[in-house]
């Protein structure tokens, strides 16, 4: 038996452009909580901590997209000082719903929301973490599934690969024994394009999938706008389903661009 | 004449608050000389990008603006869309919303009561810490948050940006059985409160009261539904204000200043104000239910409430109220026919106002005759009450000023947290900095 006594780990959690939803998962998980915070040690996590340690940090969740030339330069320090990167959310794996900019003039939303623009300074692209540094783990969803990030910092801790499908949602309805509603029902759904995760929600709630946990390993995104045609969708119907809280993940914004052009 | 020390309070990063801001605070002697809530997180532009957008998407895209109140921003968009479309949903369907609404307030407020601002009280860094000492009062707060988060998820599929909420009412509506055991658990949240406003209660306050001007919903005498606000209402004001939602913008003003990513709100003439739970509670005291009214009186709570610190009480007694107030809806329902009116696209505008756990929120949407967003308008409660944030600092540091560097930027953040301001809601905006020179 060692007699050294084990150094909790050190986990932080940064936030750039975000909604905070997905930090909030963590809280959210009020009957883990606080057996995680049992088994390591919340160096930094302004949200819920006035104690903000410096790193190095073994474990590092960061929420949000990179939308300044502060944020890109905070990353690159978040980076040197994290042991193990994890992004979790649609925004720090995908842009955000932010990254709808992407395909506008930004000045021209300065102008839209705020009455003096030169006040605001803002990147021209809401990009994802991995376009900036390496990222050993992202998480999807819009928000994240709490139960999948307290699997991921589970199997980190233990040095094992976390059990995080990158199948489609439609796998999680066919185990739920939905019926499909957009074959039986003629719904447009993005479920047979998008990562499960969700655990099928939307058609469970009569409604199609509206993609909120990005593209699956790998979509076949033709043949879903293909389908969407038929269901009697527009090209610019198509190109919105594409372009929403996941629209900078290149296979949706390749889909998009796609239907926008034709 | 001797030169004055001047010195200056500095917090970059607050903790406890929802997104990223900071505060500034410069003196000079005894004198305040500058008071600035900074608010670095980066915007987003969904009043930009919301254009183009077909009305049923709306929802789930101002969901996103916030991670804590996306009920909020969903029934904000929903009643803004269906007035410009001509649609009043009521009987059941409306009741669920305000169902809803309960399950976001009861998670909200007990995050709040709990996790961020009893830590200040206690001189605790976090919850965590604090549930070291305290493991039965944190275990209270998380399964009474936890039974809030439960009516979201039941009525919204989630309890983070819920995907059952649509123009008209909802996408599917549950049955009375799927209620049977969440009413059970909300008859022991009901208690929880009550002992969270027993627990607060005992917490030592500074004596610092001021003369607010509170805004906040209200239904006029004499409406059919007698009720502590939520989706409905008229803005009301202790100052005489007495209008309809869709004069808001005719009554308020947003200013911009460099040091904020959030526009912030002014009340012409009158200046600044205050939204949230002390403004609501104060103008609504008599729509409480017996219960919550006795919780307050039971805490030392007079009808009105001036003193800012003392909103941990007031959010506390809220609680109470909304799970009281879900539990009447729950007992009273009956599932109705359709899960949602129906809807048809015309080209106008409409109004929304809501009660946030943190305050009014308004939106204001502009359709085209295909149901397209042509311009979108959206004031969050945190950007309304920036500058009484700063107005609060600026009155209460002179009397504290003998405290102890690090205990009187300690309470300054206290008295920024007292309002739970929500950064990402108001930049759709917080760092302290005291400066003595």
Redesign the interface.
């Given at each position: 038996m060692s007699s050294k006594v084990r150094r909790k780990p050190r986990i932080a959690v940064f936030?750039?452009?975000?909604?905070?939803?997905?930090?909030?998962?963590l809280?959210?998980a009020?009957?883990e909580?606080?057996s995680v915070?049992g088994a390591l040690d919340?160096a930094y996590?302004?949200?819920?901590?006035?104690?903000?340690g410096k790193g190095p940090y073994d474990i590092t969740l960061v929420e949000g997209s990179v939308?300044?030339h502060?944020?890109a330069e905070r990353i690159q320090e978040i980076r040197r000082q994290s042991k193990t990167l994890i992004t979790i959310g649609a925004c720090a794996t995908a842009g955000?719903?932010?990254a709808?900019?992407n395909w506008?003039d930004?000045d021209?939303?300065?102008r839209?929301?705020?009455?003096?623009p030169k006040?605001?300074v803002?990147l021209k692209l809401s990009t994802p973490i991995a376009e900036h540094v390496p990222v050993d783990f992202e998480l999807r969803g819009?928000?994240i599934n709490k139960h999948q990030l307290i699997e991921l910092i589970t199997a980190t801790l233990a040095g094992r690969k976390p059990n995080v499908p990158t199948y489609s949602v439609c796998m999680e309805c066919k185990r739920k024994g939905n019926v499909c509603i957009e074959v039986a029902q003629g719904v447009a759904c993005m479920g047979p394009v998008t990562q499960a995760g969700?655990g099928a929600?939307?058609p469970?709630?009569?409604?199609g999938c509206?993609g909120?946990y990005g593209p699956m390993e790998s979509p076949n995104t033709e043949s879903l706008s293909n389908q969407l045609r038929i269901l009697g969708r527009n090209n610019e119907?198509i190109t919105?389903a594409f372009r929403?809280?996941n629209a900078w993940a290149w296979q949706f914004r390749k889909a998009s661009e796609e239907s926008e052009r034709t | 004449m001797s030169k004055q020390p001047a010195r200056t309070i500095k917090v970059d990063v607050l903790a406890r608050v929802e997104g990223e801001g900071g505060l500034y605070v410069k003196l000079k002697g005894d004198q305040v000389q500058d008071v600035k809530l900074k608010i670095y997180e980066p915007p987003r532009f969904f009043e930009a990008f919301l254009r183009g957008r077909h009305f049923s998407e709306v929802p789930d895209i101002v969901a996103r603006i916030c991670g804590i109140c996306p009920v909020a921003y969903q029934m904000s968009a929903v009643h803004a869309i269906e007035d410009a479309l001509g649609v009043k949903v009521d009987g059941q369907l409306r009741a669920l919303r305000r169902l809803l609404y309960c399950g976001e307030w009861i998670e909200s407020h007990t995050l709040h009561v709990y996790m961020l601002h009893a830590p200040d009280f206690l001189g605790y860094q976090d919850a965590i810490q604090m549930a070291k000492e305290h493991p039965a009062v944190v275990q209270r707060a998380l399964q009474l948050k936890k039974a809030g988060n439960q009516i979201v998820t039941l009525l919204g599929g989630r309890e983070i940006h819920p995907i059952n909420v649509r123009v008209g009412g909802f996408y599917k509506v549950p049955s009375r059985s799927e209620f049977a055991a969440l009413a059970e658990r909300l008859k022991w949240a009901r208690d929880a409160a009550l002992k969270t406003v027993r627990f607060v209660a005992t917490l030592t306050f500074p004596d610092f009261e001021r003369d607010y001007v509170f805004v906040a919903l209200r239904q006029p005498e004499g409406h059919p539904f007698n009720e502590y606000p939520f989706n409905e209402g008229r803005l009301f004001s202790n100052g005489g204000l007495d209008i309809p939602i869709g004069e808001y913008e005719a009554n308020f003003a947003e200013e911009h200043v460099q040091h904020s990513n959030a526009l912030r709100s002014v009340l012409k003439p009158h200046g600044v104000y205050l939204v949230g739970p002390l403004a609501r509670y104060s103008l609504n005291f008599d729509r409480l239910s017996p219960l919550a009214q006795e919780a307050a009186r039971d805490a030392g709570l007079g009808p009105v409430c001036r003193n800012p610190f003392k909103s941990i009480i007031v959010r506390s007694v809220e609680t109470v109220y909304a799970c009281d107030e879900a539990l009447r809806i729950i007992e009273q329902y009956e599932r109705p026919e359709k899960a949602a009116f129906e809807i048809h696209p015309r080209a106008a505008t409409g109004y929304g106002c809501t009660e946030a756990p943190r305050g009014i929120l308004y939106h204001r949407y502009r359709l085209d005759e295909e149901g397209a967003v042509l311009e979108a308008k959206i004031v969050p409660p945190t950007s309304q009450n920036l500058r009484i944030i700063e107005q609060d600092l600026g009155q209460f540091v002179p009397k504290f000023l003998n405290l102890p560097e690090a205990d009187l930027r300690w309470q300054c953040e206290q008295a920024v947290r007292n309002y739970d301001p929500c950064i990402s809601c108001a930049t759709h905006c917080l760092r302290v900095e005291i400066d003595r020179g």
């Amino acid at each position: 038996m060692s007699s050294k006594v084990r150094r909790k780990p050190r986990i932080a959690v940064f936030k750039l452009a975000s909604c905070d939803g997905c930090q909030l998962s963590l809280l959210d998980a009020e009957d883990e909580l606080l057996s995680v915070a049992g088994a390591l040690d919340i160096a930094y996590f302004p949200e819920a901590s006035s104690a903000m340690g410096k790193g190095p940090y073994d474990i590092t969740l960061v929420e949000g997209s990179v939308t300044t030339h502060h944020d890109a330069e905070r990353i690159q320090e978040i980076r040197r000082q994290s042991k193990t990167l994890i992004t979790i959310g649609a925004c720090a794996t995908a842009g955000g719903i932010q990254a709808l900019r992407n395909w506008k003039d930004v000045d021209e939303f300065i102008r839209v929301v705020y009455p003096t623009p030169k006040f605001i300074v803002t990147l021209k692209l809401s990009t994802p973490i991995a376009e900036h540094v390496p990222v050993d783990f992202e998480l999807r969803g819009c928000p994240i599934n709490k139960h999948q990030l307290i699997e991921l910092i589970t199997a980190t801790l233990a040095g094992r690969k976390p059990n995080v499908p990158t199948y489609s949602v439609c796998m999680e309805c066919k185990r739920k024994g939905n019926v499909c509603i957009e074959v039986a029902q003629g719904v447009a759904c993005m479920g047979p394009v998008t990562q499960a995760g969700c655990g099928a929600l939307c058609p469970g709630f009569d409604r199609g999938c509206y993609g909120c946990y990005g593209p699956m390993e790998s979509p076949n995104t033709e043949s879903l706008s293909n389908q969407l045609r038929i269901l009697g969708r527009n090209n610019e119907e198509i190109t919105r389903a594409f372009r929403s809280f996941n629209a900078w993940a290149w296979q949706f914004r390749k889909a998009s661009e796609e239907s926008e052009r034709t | 004449m001797s030169k004055q020390p001047a010195r200056t309070i500095k917090v970059d990063v607050l903790a406890r608050v929802e997104g990223e801001g900071g505060l500034y605070v410069k003196l000079k002697g005894d004198q305040v000389q500058d008071v600035k809530l900074k608010i670095y997180e980066p915007p987003r532009f969904f009043e930009a990008f919301l254009r183009g957008r077909h009305f049923s998407e709306v929802p789930d895209i101002v969901a996103r603006i916030c991670g804590i109140c996306p009920v909020a921003y969903q029934m904000s968009a929903v009643h803004a869309i269906e007035d410009a479309l001509g649609v009043k949903v009521d009987g059941q369907l409306r009741a669920l919303r305000r169902l809803l609404y309960c399950g976001e307030w009861i998670e909200s407020h007990t995050l709040h009561v709990y996790m961020l601002h009893a830590p200040d009280f206690l001189g605790y860094q976090d919850a965590i810490q604090m549930a070291k000492e305290h493991p039965a009062v944190v275990q209270r707060a998380l399964q009474l948050k936890k039974a809030g988060n439960q009516i979201v998820t039941l009525l919204g599929g989630r309890e983070i940006h819920p995907i059952n909420v649509r123009v008209g009412g909802f996408y599917k509506v549950p049955s009375r059985s799927e209620f049977a055991a969440l009413a059970e658990r909300l008859k022991w949240a009901r208690d929880a409160a009550l002992k969270t406003v027993r627990f607060v209660a005992t917490l030592t306050f500074p004596d610092f009261e001021r003369d607010y001007v509170f805004v906040a919903l209200r239904q006029p005498e004499g409406h059919p539904f007698n009720e502590y606000p939520f989706n409905e209402g008229r803005l009301f004001s202790n100052g005489g204000l007495d209008i309809p939602i869709g004069e808001y913008e005719a009554n308020f003003a947003e200013e911009h200043v460099q040091h904020s990513n959030a526009l912030r709100s002014v009340l012409k003439p009158h200046g600044v104000y205050l939204v949230g739970p002390l403004a609501r509670y104060s103008l609504n005291f008599d729509r409480l239910s017996p219960l919550a009214q006795e919780a307050a009186r039971d805490a030392g709570l007079g009808p009105v409430c001036r003193n800012p610190f003392k909103s941990i009480i007031v959010r506390s007694v809220e609680t109470v109220y909304a799970c009281d107030e879900a539990l009447r809806i729950i007992e009273q329902y009956e599932r109705p026919e359709k899960a949602a009116f129906e809807i048809h696209p015309r080209a106008a505008t409409g109004y929304g106002c809501t009660e946030a756990p943190r305050g009014i929120l308004y939106h204001r949407y502009r359709l085209d005759e295909e149901g397209a967003v042509l311009e979108a308008k959206i004031v969050p409660p945190t950007s309304q009450n920036l500058r009484i944030i700063e107005q609060d600092l600026g009155q209460f540091v002179p009397k504290f000023l003998n405290l102890p560097e690090a205990d009187l930027r300690w309470q300054c953040e206290q008295a920024v947290r007292n309002y739970d301001p929500c950064i990402s809601c108001a930049t759709h905006c917080l760092r302290v900095e005291i400066d003595r020179g």
